[in-house]
């Protein structure tokens, strides 16, 4: 399919401003620009027709199942994008005076309150972009609260386990910290015995998914709690499988002081082909005066903001964050009430149905009930047929599914992890049921097929490693290199086995 | 309401599957101490016909850009959003795909990063854009981030009439990335390079907005060579809107160029979600962050797309990525692509020429006290009010139109002028109007 820029004919336009009968300023000649920038130039209808194309050459949940583990891939309420674009939301000005903007500051006080309930913590803030975003924000808010003890230079640590993502560490290092990683134990949890020797003075906090991205829900968190808080460190919660567990178990009862929650997974945001996402924070009152500013605070009958936090880390992002994104997952939680508890034990149930139907075909790593999420194993279909978790993906998708995430957990070898969430009905999870099954066959009768897999798709298997070799980023007009004529580029492990989801 | 498809009879088999008697026995791993043991005190479940009549109660409480007349700008625009962006951005294949992990079922979004990359670097003239930042500032955190490791130094320094929010949210990142931010201030509403030159000076990178945040047009190219004379990193938030008028940041020496998005496409939505971007030269695209799509072939020779240069990334460095970013903002960097290929070259050179001639046209109907009288401004300029322009705000506001942005809440001395911007939705009535309003209150 051509690019945008192949299309282009120059003359050719869609839109255009109104027309001004007021003169134009001249630019300073040293500012003014020299060459136009070389933007496509189509008419409409054929621009709606690239990007109609574009959308048929992409595969959401409105397309079919998408079981891509940590991910949560579930149903976005259309209900939810009428009311993001009320007018009264969509066209607020973020800079209009409060009291303009009390039905919005109205709904994201709710939105607090409401993910503070859920959560178990006591306050929140709604700032941060996006689930990454707000494990940064968390660990800036655990340093102030270190600093301000006096503990800053002594608590230098953050223990993460194996089984983290890898957003985790990355925020880590971005906060400054450094990091000490701890292993999971034969049952799937954190090992409690190797935490025990990692946990000291000089460690700042613990940042933990629960369940796990095995899909496990810790069986000791109350003794992993207590071993941090003995020492006066904090536990951060990875909000990424909060799917599990609402209304059944909360982080702050559980024992973390900071957590983040993804909205766009647990709380519908449609996840846009790579965002927008949201990532709230909530946390336990010690660490309040901490958060970033400004504050959406009531008073009395009226809403504002507090900007007046000394203690607070300051800004992450613009303004109050994404708020598009609120109206959406607020309205997503109003339609559960308190009955949000429904809401995971489909997604629980529809997990291990799926896995009970599958874990004789495939390695069961772990050999218990699982959460919202299961992670199974292509080892022996690897080592029996030579085919890997990437081949299983791709045939997946000849069946009409997306592939489940693939390669992590980075622990379990050739990983092929699943969430089926609570919004798919039994005939979709037995049709995937039965495709995983008669892939499994397939590895042994035709490997091939999996090896040549998918088949008819717009694109076949793509050379990722030609990409890295030849970085072509974006279009080069008459320079554009012709790429077909060099040659397939020898497969580099950490290219094709790099986690692909999660 | 929910968006369950399970019935009692579905449950029931599948719990026969599983070997279990009880959704309850699922849950057995759950330690009896963590359970909340009742239920969520929220408020009642709504069905969707109740919870549309609850939200649209809220939106009416709004006073948007449709019902009040706005000269509000200050970093985020009333610009026009065609409905072609509305269109493509309500595609469920798109909407519901996650990033696109999986190219041979993506390569729809792919392309589109691929030339939304196209676009940033063409609008900025760099060589490599990443597929969009969270927003405007946060980007500048990167680009601090991005400037560090290339230069290993440990100072940034940001212009004092950058955006008050950039500049807030680079402080906050500042001390993870053990890096110490100095201000420059403005003289007069602009940068002196001199000045800015002297501090660069062991810098890794020098931060400045062209237009600025008070709508003066730096002397940008000056600006770039006092950083590069000190060999720290030039870096320019820019505004898109702007970029069919002024020149690229590439074309004039610097490194790295960064900007919000929200006004090429997105709509206000009350400051987000919408995208920021981040471009550079080639010397730095391994250094870039977040996620950058690249082009390639399939085996047959076919071309397709892929994300690319993975292992600079989280999910395959951890601790040494060079960022954490995962989740951005695809969706909204898709609706800049089609808002820039909607408007092409012309449309866009278009869009600013109505931007700074109404806002000309503001300046002299207006009739005031220019506080930065000399200076060649964009679409937004500073205006004394000769009272204290909350006072003023809430007065206009009564009368239906808001006159500004309050600059007394970030610079001191400000208290009394005003920051009013001019978008091409804006019209010569209109401005009249603001003209009448701003006498009426006294201002």
Known sequence: MKLLYEKSHPGRRAGRPPRLDLPVPELPNELRRAE?????????PDL????TELSRRNFGIDTGFYPLGSCTMKHN?????????????????????????????????????????????????????????????????MRAYFADKGEGEQRRKIVVADTAHGTNPASVTMAGYELTPVK?????????????????????????????????FDEHIAEVAAIFHDVGALMYYDGANLNAVCGISRPGDMGFDIVHINLHKTFSQPHGGGGPGGGPIAVASRLEPFLPVPAIVRDGEGYGFDYDRPKSIGKVRGFIGPFGVFVRSLAFIRAYGPQLRKMSEAAVLNANYLLARLRDAYELPFDRLCMHEFVLSARPLKREHGVTALDVAKRLMDYGFHPPTIYFPLLVPEALMIEPTETEAKETLDEFADAMLAIAHEAAEEPELLKSAPHGRAVGRLDEVKAVKKAVVRYLFDEHPDLSTEGESRSETAVVEAPKGA | MSYLALTDADREAMLETIGVSSVEELFADLPGGVRLGRELELPP?????????????????NAHVGTELSFLGAGMYDHYVPAIVDAVLQR??????????????????????????????????????NASGYDGTTVAADACFVAKYATGRSKVVVTEATNPQVRQVVKTYAPGFGLEVVEVPHRGGATDPEELGEAAADAACVIFQQPNFFGVLEPAPDLAAAANEAEALAVAHVDPISLGLLEAPGNYGCAIAIGEGQGAGNYLSYGGPHYGFIAARNDFIRRMPGRIVGETTDAPGERGYVLTLQTRE????????????TTNQTLLALAGLVYLSWLGPEGLKEVGEACIALAAHAKERLGRELVFADKTTFKEFVVRVGRPAQ?????????????????????????????????????????????????????
Not at chain 1, 48 to 51: A, E
């Open chain 1, 48 to 51: 709606v027709r690239h990007f």
């Open chain 2, 92 to 129: 469920g294949e798109l909407l519901t795909a996650y990033t696109p992990y999986q190219p041979e079922l993506s390569q729809g979004v792919l392309q589109a990063i691929f030339e939304y990359q196209t676009a940033i670097c063409e609008l900025t003239g760099m060589d490599v854009s």
């Open chain 2, 45 to 61: 479940a709504l069905t969707e016909q109740e919870l549309t009549a609850y939200f649209e109660a809220l939106a009416a409480k």
């Open chain 2, 391 to 443: 006072e003023v705000v809430r007065e206009a506001r009564a009368r239906g139109v808001h006159p500004g942005y309050v600059l007394g809440r970030d610079y001191s001395g400000m208290d009394d002028v005003l920051l009013v911007a001019l978008t091409e939705r804006r019209t010569p009535e209109e401005i009249d109007r603001l003209a009448r309003t701003l006498d009426e209150v006294g201002a």
């Open chain 1, 36 to 44: 136009p920038p070389r933007l496509p130039e189509l008419a409409e």
């Open chain 1, 77 to 141: 309420p259309r209900v939810n994008e009428r009311l993001a674009a009320l007018p009264g939301f969509r066209d607020l000005h973020p800079h209009q005076d409060p009291a303009g903007a009390q039905g919005a500051l109205g709904l994201c006080w709710e939105l607090q309150e409401v993910l503070s309930e859920i959560t178990g913590l006591d306050a929140v803030s709604l700032q941060p972009a996006a689930g990454s975003q707000g494990e940064l924000t968390g660990l800036m808010v």
């Open chain 2, 314 to 325: 989280q999910h395959i460095r951890r601790e040494k990525a060079t960022s954490n970013i």
């Open chain 1, 184 to 216: 999971t134990d034969p049952r799937g949890n954190i090992d409690v015995e190797d935490l025990r020797e990692k946990v000291d003075e000089h460690t700042a906090g613990l940042m933990l998914t629960n369940p796990s991205t095995l899909g496990l």
